[in-house]
């Protein structure tokens, strides 16, 4: 059930099928360096022309000067798994959930994601996990093979240092996977994302149900776990990355120490550094930064970190991601677009930034030969609103 994607070749594949030509026309093209009044055709699942003027040629579609920009590219997002597991420890039907997952990204404006999976297990205690990520990714790449999906998957194992069985279950995964990302997720309390175990305590307590003595020894066992295999998990993780083709991600970097052991695991981008410290490092790294949106779009971090808005202002932003709200990818962009009233450098960080920060070099950019993954965007006062997706030249929303 595995996909036929050729090692280490990410960006030859090829998802869902291609659609008769279209000309979108009298539109704001938003080009790599400019935006420019034309027209843009796509035919046989790529960017066939683009053409400057406001003329709309018989059989266009006169987008009566709408944005058009490049599909969205999505790095990191739970959505997945909240479709397989609505609610706590309702396990849903996972092909339905799939179907879901991608309908939903594909009326947003996301036309790639690299679906977030969990892999390090905790077989026991209230702060339980158990394994799900290799069964529902051959699911995934069914559902794919067959083009019962609508836009572009590829996976994102995320690697749970304090687990019990993270190698084990890295191990199950192949280069013909189409694993595109790994990110080194420590969630060891006092530390990173949850430095104040206060901030822990609301999100695990609510989410699983833990009592004051639950909730103790879950840091108790989390602690021993980093203890007793974080530093193999993390080097075994980083060398499977490697065998698996995947670009390697950190994530929650506060110190820039960590950012220093980031770089010499060869971390291409950190997700979600929690304070401006980590992100001037990462910079100074050459290692690209992912903020989410719901951060930008709040005005600060649901967990008390550095605010997505304050590293936009500061030249520290690169890339940002959905995270747990599709829908706020392509809100974010234009968030930015107000802040740094640039609207090519704001959308890339949501299409180009992301596709080469994943290895992708054939979309996140409207040009000739590149993919055709567009989307037509309107505005009700700065607020944008999505009028047409297409995915490979076929439209999906």
Request: glycine share 10%; hydrophobic share 40%; aromatic share 4%.
């Amino acid at each position: 059930m595995n996909s036929p994607l050729p090692s280490g070749s990410l960006e030859g594949a090829h998802d869902g099928s291609m659609a008769e030509p279209l000309c979108l026309a009298n539109a704001r093209l938003v080009l790599r360096d400019c935006v420019l009044t034309g027209r843009i055709t796509l035919a046989e699942g790529r960017i066939a022309e683009i053409a400057e003027g406001d003329q709309v040629p018989p059989g266009a579609v006169d987008c009566g000067g709408d944005v058009v920009m490049p599909g969205l590219v999505e790095l990191h997002t739970d959505n997945l798994e909240r479709h397989i597991e609505p609610r706590p420890s309702v396990d849903w039907p996972h092909l339905p959930a799939i179907l879901a997952h991608d309908g939903e990204l594909a009326s947003t404006g996301i036309t790639t994601v690299f679906d977030a999976m969990r892999v390090g297990s905790i077989h026991d205690g209230k702060g339980r996990y158990m394994p799900y990520a290799r069964a529902l990714a051959s699911e995934l790449m069914m559902l794919r093979e067959g083009g019962h999906l609508k836009i572009s998957h590829f996976l994102h194992l995320r690697a749970e240092t304090c687990s019990e069985t993270l190698l084990e279950e890295m191990a199950a995964f192949g280069p013909e996977d189409r694993v595109g990302i790994v990110s080194l997720m420590d969630h060891t309390p006092g530390q990173r994302q949850f430095r104040d175990l206060a901030a822990l305590k609301t999100y695990v307590a609510k989410k699983r149900g833990m009592s004051d003595a639950d909730f103790v020894e879950h840091v108790a066992n989390l602690k021993e776990l980093r203890r007793l295999h974080g530093t193999r998990h993390e080097a075994g993780a980083v060398a499977e990355a490697r065998r698996l083709g995947a670009v390697l991600a950190s994530h929650d970097d506060t110190t820039a120490d960590q950012v220093a052991t980031s770089k010499a695991h060869g971390v291409g981008f950190a997700e979600f550094p929690t304070t401006l410290e980590a992100a001037q490092a990462c910079q100074a790294q050459g290692i690209k930064v992912m903020m989410g949106a719901p951060n930008l779009i709040r005005g600060g971090s649901h967990s008390g970190n550095v605010a997505a808005n304050d590293l936009a202002q500061a030249g520290l932003l690169d890339i940002v991601s959905s995270d747990y709200v599709p829908s706020a990818l392509l809100l974010s962009a234009f968030r930015l677009f107000d802040l740094w009233g640039d609207l090519p450098r704001a959308v890339a960080c949501v299409t180009e930034s992301p596709a080469r920060a994943a290895g992708l070099t054939d979309r996140g950019r409207l040009e000739a030969g590149w993919r055709g993954d567009v989307l037509r965007v309107g505005l009700i006062g700065t607020t944008p609103v999505l009028r047409g997706v297409w995915s490979r030249g076929a439209r999906v929303a």
